[in-house]
């Protein structure tokens, strides 16, 4: 097997790489069974929930300290939620648009935790960079991997 060639573009960044076995097409949905619809229903059902508790968790730790410093574990565990939250919607519904509903579950979970209750409690603040930096890149981290599955498999 021999090497690739070498890029015309050696200043690039290189791709996010996705496993192959996420492109791979899934079973035709015509064919499915009455057991198959109820998994894949179940899959859609579990991917929400599990959307809503991760995006309630970052939205927890967003004001977690060590030392008197903000660190920025939700910002972190967004990313790495969110990608397995879009495989995971994927895999169990069998649609890239799958991917749509953990996206959209924890983008508004995020969203009502920016807003202010009557009482004027907020968990999202702007003055708090961790909460920012979370809806950053949980919300890039849906849209690099929404990206990726509409992209064509790359043939060499």
Same mark, same amino acid.
């Given at each position: 097997?021999? &090497?690739?060639?070498?890029?015309?573009?050696?200043?690039?960044?290189?791709?996010? =790489?996705?496993?192959? =076995? +996420?492109?791979?097409?899934?079973?035709?949905?015509?064919?499915?069974?009455?057991?198959?619809?109820?998994?894949?229903? !179940?899959?859609?059902?579990?991917?929400? /929930? &599990?959307? %809503? *508790?991760?995006?309630?968790? =970052?939205?927890?730790? !967003?004001?977690?300290?060590?030392?008197?410093?903000?660190?920025?574990?939700?910002?972190? &565990?967004?990313?790495? &939620?969110?990608?397995?939250?879009?495989?995971?919607?994927?895999?169990?519904?069998?649609?890239? +648009?799958?991917?749509? @509903?953990?996206?959209?579950?924890?983008?508004?979970?995020?969203? *009502?935790?920016?807003?202010?209750?009557? =009482?004027?409690?907020? @968990? /999202?603040?702007?003055?708090? +960079?961790?909460?920012?930096? !979370?809806?950053? !890149?949980?919300?890039?981290?849906? %849209?690099? *991997?929404?990206?990726?599955?509409?992209?064509?498999?790359?043939?060499?």
């Amino acid at each position: 097997m021999s &090497a690739p060639p070498p890029s015309p573009y050696p200043h690039k960044v290189p791709a996010l =790489e996705i496993d192959p =076995e +996420w492109l791979e097409p899934l079973p035709d949905a015509k064919g499915l069974t009455v057991t198959d619809l109820a998994l894949r229903v !179940t899959g859609g059902v579990l991917v929400v /929930l &599990a959307a %809503a *508790v991760t995006a309630v968790l =970052e939205v927890f730790f !967003t004001p977690l300290r060590v030392g008197g410093f903000l660190i920025g574990l939700s910002a972190l &565990a967004a990313v790495v &939620a969110n990608v397995a939250l879009a495989w995971f919607a994927y895999r169990t519904v069998g649609a890239k +648009w799958a991917v749509a @509903l953990p996206a959209l579950t924890w983008f508004a979970v995020l969203m *009502v935790a920016a807003g202010s209750t009557p =009482e004027g409690d907020i @968990l /999202l603040v702007d003055t708090n +960079w961790v909460g920012l930096a !979370t809806i950053f !890149t949980g919300s890039m981290a849906f %849209a690099i *991997v929404a990206y990726r599955m509409i992209l064509p498999p790359h043939r060499s």
